[in-house]
């Protein structure tokens, strides 16, 4: 990969190398000025667009098999897991939703179970309470209001209960096509430490993200920067020595650069383990997660 700006971070491993001796290293003469470090230059609009487009281009050699993470046969069974998503692994809520679909295929079926069912069957996500409640209030509004369907609009989407603009858009762009970015927290963390974005709220972030790539990119988009943030950028501790688009990422160094060291950090497929669908699609190249209560 050749430099793209200049503010390129060295190349994984490179900070392990001893430094040459310069000017930096020598002491100044005695009584001359110290001249400040130049700031470095500030990387234009341009440059950066043209880096994140590179960045994504490589992430998608990277995940080619780049997916929703989500167990799923149709558009309510992603809104579902979806919902129950939040706070928790798509790996526990995969482990959680097979039972929970058979018991409760439809809105009709969910809408009418019975409360305390319902909390039991999904309790292994967390917060299952108010989850509880979100799943019976939004089947019961597909129920009444859109005709026992899924509404495959984002404004009819987030009319219903426990429903937001990235549950929305996950389901959206993986069960009816429509494009869509999924702000979600590992989407926000990364599009910041890349400098694509300075912002934290979600939908300022979905906006500057959508500013930089086609429409037509951004389903796919989301599951790579998703599938880096899980695997190899992690939230407490990146694994840079590791990362494949290290040299294009101004924020390496921000985690561990030794490359043993990163290697280890590495999960799922990456680091050779199972992944988080007990049903993954075709082509994926790691193993599928095992089913509740079974060991790795
Ligand atoms: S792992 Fe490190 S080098 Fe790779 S994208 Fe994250 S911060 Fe950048």
Same mark, same amino acid.
């Given at each position: 990969m050749k430099p793209a700006t200049a503010d390129k971070p060295a190349k994984p491993g490179a900070a392990d190398k001893p430094a040459k001796p310069g000017a930096a290293d020598k002491p100044a003469k005695p009584g001359a000025a110290v001249k400040p470090a130049k700031p470095a230059k500030p990387e234009s609009r341009l440059a950066m667009v043209r880096r994140a487009r590179r960045m994504n281009r490589e992430l998608a050699e990277v995940y080619p098999y780049a997916h929703p993470e989500l167990d799923f046969e149709n558009p309510f069974e992603l809104l579902v $897991?979806?919902?129950?998503? $939040? %706070?928790t692994t798509d790996l526990r809520v995969n482990q959680t939703t097979p039972a929970l679909f058979a018991k409760y295929p439809t809105p009709e =079926?969910? #809408? #009418? $179970? =019975?409360?305390? =069912?319902?909390? %039991?069957?999904? !309790?292994?996500?967390? &917060? &299952? !309470? $108010?989850? #509880? !409640?979100s799943l019976l209030g939004l089947s019961a509004a597909i129920r009444d209001n859109f005709g026992g369907e899924v509404p495959g609009r984002l404004e009819d989407l987030v009319t219903l209960p426990g429903v937001g603009r990235k549950t929305a858009n996950v389901v959206l762009g993986n069960a009816f096509g429509v494009a869509g970015l999924s702000v979600d927290t590992h989407f926000g963390r990364l599009v910041r430490r890349w400098k694509w974005t300075a912002h934290e709220d979600p939908e300022k972030v979905e906006a500057d993200i959508a500013a930089i790539f086609p429409k037509s990119e951004w389903t796919m988009l989301s599951h790579r920067i998703i599938f880096h943030g899980r695997r190899v950028c992690h939230s407490r501790k990146p694994a840079c020595g590791a990362c494949p688009i290290a040299d294009l990422c101004p924020s390496y160094g921000e985690g561990e650069t030794d490359p043993d060291k990163a290697k280890k950090l590495l999960k799922y497929e990456m680091g050779g383990h199972p992944g988080q669908r007990l049903k993954p699609p075709p082509g994926y190249p790691g193993r599928p997660a095992p089913p509740l209560g079974a060991a790795e």
């Open positions: $897991a979806t919902v129950l998503s $939040a %706070q =079926d969910m #809408a #009418a $179970a =019975d409360p305390e =069912d319902l909390e %039991q069957l999904i !309790r292994p996500t967390g &917060f &299952f !309470r $108010a989850k #509880a !409640r």
